[in-house]
């Protein structure tokens, strides 16, 4: 892409006593730290200089250099074009171009001085770094809205099946603020990891922070701490935070200090199985999150939700005196 380029108007000084060759030298130095390189040409195309040119081009010992031996053959001659053009006009000109190994490049050539000492003066700059950036900012971005599209999907999933199970609007607050809590807890993690997920063992106690002393005994977290990925960070949480209602409401019903035991197991690699098992103390009262209860979501969460988002299975077993929730997967590769 070639446009005209109006040069911007810099301060410039020099002292009247400077040698030429220091000055030389001390602007070859600051090139050579930069991305920057510079060449001068005669009006004819001839080059007196070139300083700090890019690594992916070379000049050849054995012969004059002209735009074709040093930048190849397609794009010597759209810059021996250009020069054409700028010492007719007198307007400088850009040129953004794709070097070798996609490394990318601004040209901007412009004539300098006049009569006798007009020069044409090209300076190439190096954008790769530059476009790699807005690149990756580019992709972050489709990876957010992808994300808040998720999230958004699974607030009114939330909702909805919330709003089915509860008969009055205060009802319903409490139980809605809570789930919301919980997705936000979820997400803090992922975000402070820069996307990378959440650990097992910090989405347990951040779900758990809203509810239970840090230093409660009442919930005791053992087995390994695999390193979850967003998707999973967040339906996992989902269910640890309606498994962790349940016993507290059962703990309360009972008149009793609840008893939680979560237990993390992983096996194999290249993906790795996680089995995630949750017991809480019942004493002969059920599950609440089963689907009996008139809050069905708990149960939607746990048997359907959750083992569909993670690509697993999830299981309830109840006894008279305990309430066991199994869920298995395997883990999505880390990206």
């Not at 250099?65 to 250009?82: A, K, Q, R």
């Not at 489709?142 to 999933?157: D, G, M, Q, T």
């Not at 909702?159 to 319903?172: I, K, Y």
């Not at 977290?221 to 967040?234: H, Q, R, T, V």
Request: some cysteine; hydrophobic content about 40%; aromatic content about 6%.
């Amino acid at each position: 892409m070639c446009t005209n380029a109006a040069m911007p108007q810099r301060l410039t000084w020099e002292s009247k006593n400077r040698e030429d060759s220091a000055f030389r030298d001390f602007i070859v130095r600051a090139l050579n730290q930069s991305f920057v390189g510079a060449t001068l040409q005669s009006l004819d195309g001839r080059y007196i200089y070139i300083a700090n040119l890019p690594d992916c081009w070379t000049v050849s010992p054995d012969s004059e250099p002209d735009e074709p031996s040093l930048y190849g053959e397609d794009l010597g001659l759209t810059l021996t074009d250009i020069r054409g053009r700028v010492l007719e006009s007198g307007e400088p000109e850009s040129l953004m171009t794709t070097g070798p190994s996609e490394r990318r490049f601004e040209f901007v050539v412009n004539r300098t001085g006049s009569g006798a000492t007009s020069h044409i003066h090209t300076t190439i700059i190096e954008l790769t770094e530059e476009h790699r950036r807005e690149q990756m900012l580019r992709a972050l971005l489709r990876e957010v809205s992808h994300r808040s599209k998720n999230l958004l999907a699974i607030i009114l999933s939330i909702v909805s099946q919330t709003a089915r199970g509860a008969t009055t609007l205060s009802s319903f607050l409490p139980v809605f603020r809570g789930r919301i809590y919980s997705l936000a807890q979820s997400q803090d993690l992922v975000t402070d990891s820069s996307w990378r997920g959440a650990h097992f063992r910090d989405l347990v106690r951040a779900q758990a922070a809203k509810y239970l002393d840090a230093n409660d005994v009442v919930l005791a977290i053992k087995g390994d701490d695999p390193l979850l990925s967003p998707s999973e960070a967040l339906h996992v949480g989902l269910a640890l935070h309606e498994l962790l209602v349940d016993a507290l409401a059962a703990a309360a019903a009972l008149g009793v200090r609840p008893d939680i035991r979560v237990t993390c197991d992983t096996t194999g690699d290249d993906p790795a199985q996680v089995v995630i098992t949750w017991t809480h103390a019942t004493n002969g009262m059920g599950a609440p999150a089963d689907e009996s209860e008139a809050d069905a979501f708990a149960s939607v969460v746990l048997n359907r939700i959750t083992p569909a988002a993670v690509g697993g299975t999830g299981e309830v077993k109840r006894d008279g005196d305990h309430f066991t929730y199994l869920l298995t997967f395997k883990q999505m590769p880390q990206g």
